[in-house]
Structures are given as C-alpha cells and as structure tokens.
C-alpha cells in the first residue's frame, strides 16, 4: 500500500493518544480504508466496500499489528461508542465504516495568504473535522 492519511493534530486531544494499541489500531483502519467505492472478492464472496470501508478480521489484524484479539474487540468497541467507527459483522469477517471519512480525509488544505476570510473559513472548517471526527473523550 502507498500514499497516505490525513492526520489532525486534535488527535492528541483524544483518549487514542493515552492508548498505544489503540493509536495503533485506528491508524491501520484509516490507512486500510478503501480510498474509493469498489466491488473486491473476499473468501467467495463479492463485497461492495464504499469509500471509507474496510474489510476486517479479527485473527488476521492480530497477526499483523501485535495485539491480542481480546484487546482488538475492547478497542473496537471504545471506537463505536465513541461515534469513530460502524461495524457489520458477519460470522468469518466484519465491515468497518470509519464515520466522517470522507469529511475528514477530504478536508482542510493549508490556508493561503489570499484573503483573511478564506483562512477563517479553513479554520472553521478544521475546527468541526476535528470536533466530528474525535466528537468526545472515552470514559472508561
């Protein structure tokens, strides 16, 4: 896999940055998300992954990140109280939609030096991603 993921700063607000495993985790769904809509096979199946989806194993995410499947279930489930992610869960795999992808990978160039206003309205626009993507801290 190439490219890459826009990562805000606010992410330093939120309970992930307290949470190595949990840093970890979100960081491989954003970069494993699919970037557009597409059909893919998966064991037998044809699987319509919108943009912002991804395909997930629990075993196969543990190999790969280092973590046990018990800690993944318990991230997951801080992730979709939290309003980060959506599950579909099957027997053999899961869907998981990040919430506010596209918002959020799509938004917030630098601003320019054009006009005051366009820089306000960049900076408000940040200022909701980051207060939509991390909408508030996990209580444990």
Known sequence: MNGWIRLDRGIQENFLWQ???????????LMAAS????ATAFNGQ?????RGQLVFGLNAASARLNISVRRLRKYLNWFETDDMIDK???NKFSIISITN??????TGKQPSSKSQATAKQTSTTIQ???????????RR
Do not use: C, F, H
Request: charged share 20%; glycine share 0%.
């Open 19 to 29: 949470e190595p495993e949990a840093l970890k985790l979100w960081l491989y769904l």
């Open 35 to 38: 970037l557009t809509d597409k």
């Open 46 to 50: 044809m699987l319509n992954i919108k």
């Open 88 to 90: 579909q869960i099957t």
């Open 101 to 106: 992808y596209s918002q959020y990978q799509d």
């Open 128 to 138: 909701v991603t980051i207060n939509n993507l991390y909408p508030r801290q996990l």
